[in-house]
């Protein structure tokens, strides 16, 4: 009833291969509301001669009919996606690493503002943040009528 998946890609200089396996026979001995499945998750990555290898446990709701071992992989590999993306986006675009604020309360609350306005930027059809961002910087009513109204009538 276990199931197994490998897949290997190169690219961009490095190759990298992932092992999944799954398997349903710890759903009734864990005490983990709605456990279906638990899944080992190996990684290896080759870097010019360097090789770096990760293994990495998880459990899921999501049951062997519903999601085999190949789709517990995309699915992993697809969250990394967005992942990365939000970061890139959160770090490159907005500063966030750059940011000098360590201490409290207040790296969260920022974090959390950045948060709050790529909701709003991706809501209103915004895709382009940084250009999105620079129009708000020369157009400060906007971005208030943004933050106030939710909307942005005219961008």
């Known amino acids: ?9 190169k690219g961009h ?3 990298e291969y992932r092992r999944l396996r799954s398997s349903p026979r710890l759903r009734g001995y864990l ?3 709605g ?13 010019g001669g360097a090789e770096h290898r990760e293994t990495v446990f998880a459990v899921t709701s999501l049951a062997p009919g519903k999601a085999s071992a190949g789709r517990l992989l995309e699915l992993a590999r697809g969250h990394w996606g967005i992942e990365n993306e939000l970061h890139w986006v959160k770090d490159v675009v907005m500063g966030e690493d750059a940011c000098r604020v360590r201490t409290g309360d207040a790296p969260q609350v920022l974090s959390g503002l950045r948060n709050a ?12 943040i940084a250009a999105a961002l620079r129009h708000l910087a020369a157009f400060p009513l906007k971005a208030i009528q943004l933050v106030t109204q939710g909307r942005i009538t005219d961008l």
């Open 13 to 15: 200089g490095r190759v």
């Open 1 to 9: 009833m276990d199931d197994l998946t490998e897949k290997a890609n």
């Open 31 to 33: 005490e983990w509301p």
């Open 35 to 47: 456990v279906e499945q638990v899944c080992v998750l190996e990684r290896v990555r080759r870097v």
């Open 117 to 128: 306005a790529l909701r709003l930027l991706h809501r209103n059809g915004l895709g382009q």
